[in-house]
């Protein structure tokens, strides 16, 4: 008597061949697991929907048009990082906020009034104690959204333990008179290693050293690695199929930093004059509605006039 082949198929359509109840259970035992475990990667794959919510803006005396920026604060009581949208439809705009774990934050989103009080930048200065949100151009031509409202899209798990956005209202544009002091820094803020005096500049700072004498030659180089030939020059070698800087004295060379330091770092003065706390006088030869250069004048001020 013949045998019996039952034939059931893999995934990719090849035949798995079988004989009498082992094929058939085989059958049976394929037929039935397989949709379990496609649905269960399909259930696995779908993404949480964004639950909306619509928050009022005070307006304080301000219109989407006129105001400078929208700030809120954000707050994340999780252990963990999160983000969300926001979206802004009287604005034409939709940014993404990011927080921290356990993190309670202000941010801004600036208008197109507060980026134009700021013309050949490519976004105004922050307010103090505020991170700025970046948002792009979006449309919401089809959508249901209040205009003069905004909406945050929250993940699910986060509006259950509590991440929201309070206090939202429009603000004025900032100014841009004075904003830049007489060393060319931003005057509105502080931080350490800003210029406050003239004699600060004169300061000569101990540098740390650049070289550790127990991993380094005097040159950089590796000591502990490989060692080549040393013919007194920096060069480019070859071992294993890898190239190589090689340091004066054989070994295996890395550098990582500035490439180049240039003197053509001007600022422009024109149609901005009233920017700058300072600006130099005319008898020191320089075009003042064509730039100023902070950084020479620094270094006039550092070392005198023949740096």
């Given amino acids: 008597m013949p045998k019996v082949h039952n034939t059931a198929r893999t995934e990719s359509g090849n035949p798995i ?4 109840l082992h094929g058939l259970l085989a059958l049976v035992a394929f037929s039935f697991c397989t949709p379990l475990r496609a649905e269960k990667t399909a259930a696995k794959a779908q993404p949480e929907k964004p639950v909306p919510q619509l928050l009022s803006v005070g307006m304080n005396g301000w219109s989407w048009e006129t105001a400078g920026a929208l700030t809120f604060r954000a707050h994340n009581p999780r252990s963990e990082s999160t983000e969300f949208m926001v979206d802004l439809p009287a604005a034409g705009l939709r940014g993404r906020v990011r927080l921290g774990a356990k993190e309670d934050a202000n941010f801004q989103v600036e208008l197109p009034a507060g980026r134009a009080a700021f013309p ?6 922050r307010r103090e104690g505020f991170r700025g949100v970046k948002a792009a151009p979006h449309s ?12 945050i899209l929250l993940a699910p798990d986060a509006v259950a333990v509590g991440v929201g956005v309070f206090d939202a209202k429009l603000v004025e544009p900032l100014s841009p008179v004075g904003m830049v002091d007489a060393f ?8 350490p290693g ?3 005096e003239e004699k600060e500049l004169r300061i000569l700072q101990k540098l740390p050293e650049p070289i550790n004498p127990d991993l380094c030659d005097e040159h950089g180089g590796w000591k502990a690695g490989p060692q080549w030939i040393a013919p007194g020059f920096f060069r480019v070698d070859k071992s294993r199929g890898r190239h190589w800087v ?3 004295m054989g070994h295996l060379f890395f550098s990582l930093g500035m490439n ?4 053509g770092a001007g600022s422009t003065v024109a149609g901005r004059r009233s920017w700058f706390q300072w600006l130099p006088p005319e008898t ?4 003042r509605d064509a730039g100023v250069n902070f950084y020479e004048l620094n270094l006039e001020r550092k070392y005198g006039p023949d740096y």
């Fill in 246 to 248: 090689v340091s004066p």
């Fill in 184 to 191: 060319g820094q931003y005057s509105r803020g502080d931080w």
């Fill in 260 to 263: 180049a330091v240039v003197m």
């Fill in 284 to 287: 020191r030869g320089k075009e």
């Fill in 194 to 196: 800003k210029v406050h």
């Fill in 140 to 151: 919401f031509a089809n959508s249901d959204v209040p205009r003069e409202s905004i909406r």
């Fill in 17 to 20: 061949r079988q004989s009498g």
């Fill in 120 to 125: 050949g930048l490519k976004r105004g200065p």
